[in-house]
């Protein structure tokens, strides 16, 4: 089920709109955030029964390598679960080109239904290098127990961004693989356009895909337009 969102608004799954976005590189920084999105999808799969997204949230970075926040949004998975909290943090190392990322993310979702919870934690090892103007990425998350007591779970990606030449447009896609104990695999694509509004206001336009569109409409390809501001 659920997500870390956008981090930078014309990046690709990884880093595509929907959320945690981090703090910028000062020694003790704190910002925020806000948007809204014709749908939340996060990893192909909409996680408001194809319905509007609003959401916030707020980073803080801790001597231009280390990082910690929190996101908010709504979601409606048909059995009263109405708001996801996201609780995370990590550390941003270089290596000459390479830009790592290694993190703890925390899924909360609240009200809490009867039975398995939903709520859960993974694991991330993301990297990406420049590419002459573009940003190539790959990225693993690993989760010890999924939604629902469903059992161990891997998410791996690879993703790519660029800007458009003297424009301020920027483009962006992502292919990943959701691999969860039990017959619940699948692979999910996106590709958008990203335009920057102002410094701080950004717009997407994403279409998302998976390959397993039996398992229900959340998993139907959808075109969402976001749009998210940070200060």
């Known amino acids: ?13 990884a880093l595509a709109l929907g959320g945690a976005a981090h703090a910028e590189d000062r020694p003790l ?17 909409s996680q408001t029964n194809n319905k509007a997204e609003a959401f916030a949230g707020a980073d803080i970075t801790v001597a231009k ?32 080109p390479v830009a790592f990322d290694f993190g703890v993310i ?17 694991w991330k090892a993301l990297a990406s290098v420049p590419v002459g103007p573009a940003t190539l990425g790959v990225g693993y998350y690993h989760s010890p127990e999924f939604p629902f007591k469903t059992g161990e779970a891997n ?23 959701q691999e969860v104990v039990g017959p ?18 950004g717009l997407d336009v994403r279409y998302w895909d998976t390959d397993q569109h039996n398992f229900g409409k959340i998993y139907e390809p959808k075109l969402v337009a976001s749009v998210k501001a940070t200060f």
């Open 1 to 13: 089920m659920k997500t870390i969102k956008i981090a930078l608004l014309a990046a690709s799954a």
């Open 29 to 45: 920084g704190l910002t925020f955030n806000a948007g809204a999105a014709t749908d939340y999808v996060f990893r192909g799969i």
């Open 65 to 96: 390598i280390g990082y910690a926040g929190v996101w908010l949004s709504n979601v409606d998975f048909l059995n009263g679960t109405r708001l996801e909290s996201d609780f995370y943090a990590g550390v941003k190392p270089t290596l000459g």
């Open 106 to 122: 925390y899924y909360g979702y609240n009200p809490k239904p009867s039975g398995p919870d939903e709520a859960y934690t993974e």
């Open 155 to 177: 998410y791996y990606e690879i993703n790519a961004a660029a800007p458009i030449p003297n424009t301020k447009f920027s483009v962006s896609a992502a292919l990943g693989k």
């Open 184 to 201: 619940l695999d699948y692979t999910t694509w996106n590709a958008g356009v990203g335009y920057a509004l102002t410094d701080k206001v």
